[in-house]
């Protein structure tokens, strides 16, 4: 039989979090290839080497098209959804009845990001059954971004974005690789197209990165330095006098005790203790605050790299010096699409509370924070015995065994648990360990918005899209006709109604970004299940574009008009930002007290430094051939000069060491790189007894990392970045 013709479709690519459009080509039902969609308005064709692969991820040998079920030998065996939804839904009535909702926790990865009702609706189940153990990647990716906007405070009217902007500061952040820090749309064009208007660029990173080589100035910091820098551009903003003093005197509170304790943050001192140029932090200071509209954003390494909280409050303090904010009368970048209809006022919020408050967790005395429960404390609340401890995990979108720091102990916890659930499109690290692994659709099997980048306005500073553009994409594809394949909702549903529970959808609480009219929440009908699309139309209910309008235009659009301006500051109104919170003057001070040391004069001589590859989403991607086509590892980088004076050479296993464990390497040279540093990304590797395998699936480095040492007191977030390591030469022959 003849194939049938090829009928090419516009869709949404999920692999990520991007959005990015893409025209996928479907014949006899399946997806054979995804190019960009040049049709598309802001697109453009862009689409990056993981979206080109998703007809390769739907259709590869390892996907589950069942559900699994671990069975007495610890093998796994096919299981038809419905069944796995009634057994998993009575063992979770046993496990309440006997110890309780709070015995019950998810943990919500950033995979679950892109399908849109999947995370609402874990939520929602959870809260219904009555407990509050909720924990996702926040809190171990970038918390310190949650925890500083609330102790700073919000702009209502919102923070300019990159394309507006005649500066940008990037700490940390490599948009052009992770396709995010505030350049979510074809990076690397709109970089270029930046730099064409003039807009001065400037990169603080360790590493030499794509970003880096368009900066203007470029700043290659001792890893870990990055309030050490901050601060010292704080002095020179207030010691050249060039705050923009009526935006601080109208909308601040504690300029003067900022002023204080930056006085000893002089470049000079900061040069020194961050080995750079004390005239670069000087000239970096002078453009960031003499632009007319600048934005700054920090990436995972900085929030990863130790003080990540107070890296991300004087970012804020900074641009709130400069007035770096929306003012009354201008346009607003984005009036809303998927989001509600923009209401911006050029005014402060007052600071909220960010931690003390919630549940509060049995180890190490942490509670409820703005960025959630902290995840480093999870395997810990699974293993500790007693009242409260969590018996039952339902792991959504995510691969706690890759992705958690101490990996050790999160395998302990792992089978500690009476229950554990993986949501996972195959057997990864963690479901090879769960007691049932639920098989998902795919993104090109369900219906999608373009909802995900819109909605980062309102958890991160100067991100989210720079116009009102939206998309929407139907399913494309069925799933294989031999499969038995849910969405990740319809599991919790499911759930739901075998546990007889009312599930209610919440709409995200906006933390930064301008002011929107509000959302209620929603109430899902458990009687007559909704389809997918019905869901998708619930979620956006109250969006200033209604779902509907947006299915008209199969390519997306941009929906701009009408244009909506900031309203002036409303007369009599006391809200503030603060420049002064005491529990990070108090953070700033210590670091002024420590001392200036190098690293090669400790038993502990690199830093190891967290960092993306282009070809993967963590730990999704280093399956398909064409992504891993050079390597199938994750590289210990290093500088030439550093495998020179060890005798390494490119290919080289090494032994990389921490004060807590030990993981194999091959070693990679990088000329960017600083000396002294060793550049590697996570989510990669399996179990100890895999580590042999370190050229086909890498190394953990969260295996490296202790979550009860050097943690941050209310994310809970440990040292993942900047990490004191040694290294010594290692044999491993390589396997197949």
Known sequence: MSASPIETKPSICRFCHA????????QDGKAIEVRGDRDNPIYGGFTCPKGRQLPQQHSHPDRLLYSMKRDGSGNHQPLASEQAMDEVAAKIQAIVQQHGPRSVAIYIGTYSGPYLASIPTAIGWLLSLGSRMIFTSSTIDQPGKSIANSIHGRWLAGSYVYDESDCWLGVGVNPLVSVSGGLSVDPGRTVREAKKRGQKLLVIDPRRTELARFADLFIQPKPGEDPTIIAALIHVVIGEGLYD?????????GFTELATAVRSFSPDYAAK???VSAQDLRMAARLYATANKAGAVAGTGPNMAGRGNLTEYLILCLSSLCGHWRRAGEAVAN?????????????????????????????????????????SALADEILQEGDGQIRALICLGSNPIAAWPDQLKTIEAMKKLDLLVCLDIKMAATAKLADYVIAPKLSLEVPGASTQIETLEQ?????GYAQAYGQYSPALVDPPSDSDLIEEWEFFYGLGQRMGQQITLYPINAETGMQREPRKPIKLDMVDKPDSDEVLELLHRGSRIPLEHVKRHAHGAVFSQPEIEAAPKQQGWEGYLDLANKFMLDELHEVS?????????????????????PNVYNSSGRDLHKLMFKHRYNPAFMHPDDMNAYGLSNGEVIRISSDHASIFGIVEEEEGLREGVISMAHCFGDVPQQDQKVHTIGSNTGRLIPVDRNYDPYSGIPRMSALPVRIERASITPED
Not at 19 to 26: E, M, N, P, R, T
Not at 245 to 253: I, K, L, S, W
Not at 459 to 463: A, C, E, I, K, L
């Open 19 to 26: 959005s990015c459009a893409i025209l996928v080509d479907i």
């Open 245 to 253: 003093q009526a935006f601080v005197d109208a909308n601040t509170q």
């Open 273 to 275: 203790r961050a080995d």
């Open 335 to 375: 009036p809303g699409v998927m989001l509600p209809g923009a209401i911006p006022v050029a005014q402060a919020e007052s600071p909220r509370k960010a931690w003390g408050y919630g549940e509060k967790l049995r180890v190490r005395d942490f509670t409820g924070a703005a960025c959630g429960l902290p995840t």
């Open 459 to 463: 958890t991160y500073v100067s991100m």
């Open 593 to 613: 007290g420590e001392p200036i040391t190098r690293a090669i004069d400790t038993p502990f001589p690199f830093r190891l430094i967290s960092r993306r590859l």
